[in-house]
Structure formats: structure tokens, C-alpha cells
T-cell receptor, first 112, second 116 residues
Framework: KQEVTQIPAALSVPEGENLVLNCSFT??????LQWFRQDPGKGLTSLLL?????REQTSGRLNASLDKSSGRSTLYIAASQPGDSATYLC???????????FGTGTRLQVTL | GAVVSQHPSRVICKSGTSVKIECRSL??????MFWYRQFPKQSLMLMAT?????????EQGVEKDKFLINHASLTLSTLTVTSAHPEDSSFYIC????????????FGPGTRLTVL
């Protein structure tokens, strides 16, 4: 059974700092890994999708890496802003069809 | 990206009543949709896979008679929480996979259910 863990559970940084969020998964036989952002009481916004054959994806200030063999992914946020404050979830697609297994999330707060 | 809508966004009901939540894919047709549940400060857990024209597939531990799913058309799936109880209070989110490859999923904005 796939299990996804995210570290840290919560993180507070001052504006402008670069930061790294970590995601690990137990079964390396994945199709892809997706990073999402969730604002309080809201749905999910897809940030980056990395296919199993890829090692990283970039979008603006965000960079996600994938090391499938070790079961790890990182989300790098450059020059953080207060608007980046949210919960960040990683999810891996593995096994049958398109089942996604979500991590527990990292609650990020960027302070002024 | 694809647009997925949910209705209602928030519902409060009395214990014992039934609540229907709609999930619509606005950009493309979807033979499959997914329903997730998220309890406070926890991650999303897949409840069931909604299949157009056939029965839904439920995850282990999810009661199919309590959470009725109807995939009425290629753009609409509904989740009915029957005889709701306070422990059913949660955030329910649907998702629609991109085409046949299921490569990426697009999520609705979610429905907050509170059962008194």
C-alpha cells in the first residue's frame, strides 16, 4: 500500500527566503507525482506535475524534483512571498488507474 | 486547465437528513470522476471512483449504501450522503482526470458539509 509523508508538517519563514518542502513515498512504482496548493477551506490548485521519467519541473518561482528510486520529491520555492502562505500537498499516482495517494501536507506561513 | 465545479460549496443539515453534492466537468467529458473526503487538518482520502454508465467503485471502508454515487452524464457526478450524522461532517472534493491517460487530475473547489 502506497504511503506518502510530508516533512515538515508546518513551516514559518520570513518573506524573501528560499525554502524546500519534502515528500517521500514508500512504493517507487509510480506513474507521476503532483504538487498542489490548498488555501484554507478551498479546493486544490495544481502546481506542478512530474512524470515518472522526469527528474524535475519548473514553473516560475517553483521547482519540483523527483528521485523515484529513493521515493523522494522536493518542492523548492524561491523568494517566498506572503501570498505563498497555504498548505502544500504532494500526491503520487500509482497502482490501478488514476488513484492518487496524498501526503499529509505542509502548512506554510510566509511572514512580512 | 480544466474547470471543475461543485455545488453547493457549503451545506449545513440536521442529523438524519440526506445531502446531495454535484460535481460538474465544464471543459470536457469525463467517463470517470473521483470523490475524496478531507477531515480537518488531515489529507485527502479517496472515497470512490464514479463511472459513467456503471456502478461506482468504493474504497475499502467506505459504505456504498451511505455514500450513493450517480454518474448521470459525461459531465456530472453526484454524491449523496444518506442519513447524515455529525461524523460525516467533512470537506468533500471531486476530481476529473484529463482524458483517457488519467495523467493529471483537476479538482473542484470542494463542499463543506456540517451535520448538526
Amino acid at each position: 500500500k502506497q504511503e506518502v509523508t510530508q516533512i515538515p508538517a508546518a513551516l514559518s519563514v520570513p518573506e524573501g527566503e528560499n525554502l524546500v518542502l519534502n515528500c517521500s513515498f514508500t512504493d517507487s512504482a509510480i506513474y507521476n507525482l503532483q504538487w498542489f496548493r490548498q488555501d484554507p477551506g478551498k479546493g486544490l490548485t495544481s502546481l506542478l506535475l512530474i512524470q515518472s521519467s522526469q527528474r524535475e519541473q519548473t514553473s516560475g518561482r517553483l521547482n519540483a524534483s523527483l528521485d523515484k528510486s529513493s521515493g523522494r520529491s522536493t518542492l523548492y520555492i524561491a523568494a517566498s512571498q506572503p501570498g505563498d502562505s497555504a498548505t502544500y500537498l504532494c500526491a503520487v499516482r500509482s497502482g490501478t488507474a488514476s488513484k492518487l495517494t496524498f501526503g499529509t501536507g505542509t502548512r506554510l506561513q510566509v511572514t512580512l | 486547465g480544466a474547470v471543475v465545479s461543485q455545488h453547493p460549496s457549503r451545506v449545513i443539515c440536521k442529523s438524519g437528513t440526506s445531502v446531495k453534492i454535484e460535481c460538474r466537468s465544464l471543459d470536457f467529458q469525463a467517463t470517470t470522476m473521483f470523490w475524496y473526503r478531507q477531515f480537518p487538518k488531515q489529507s485527502l482520502m479517496l472515497m470512490a471512483t464514479s463511472n459513467e454508465g456503471s456502478k461506482a467503485t468504493y474504497e475499502q471502508g467506505v459504505e456504498k449504501d451511505k455514500f450513493l454515487i450517480n454518474h448521470a452524464s459525461l459531465t456530472l457526478s453526484t454524491l449523496t450522503v444518506t442519513s447524515a450524522h455529525p461524523e460525516d461532517s467533512s470537506f468533500y472534493i471531486c476530481s476529473v482526470p484529463r482524458s483517457f491517460s488519467y495523467n493529471e487530475q483537476f479538482f473542484g473547489p470542494g463542499t463543506r458539509l456540517t451535520v448538526l
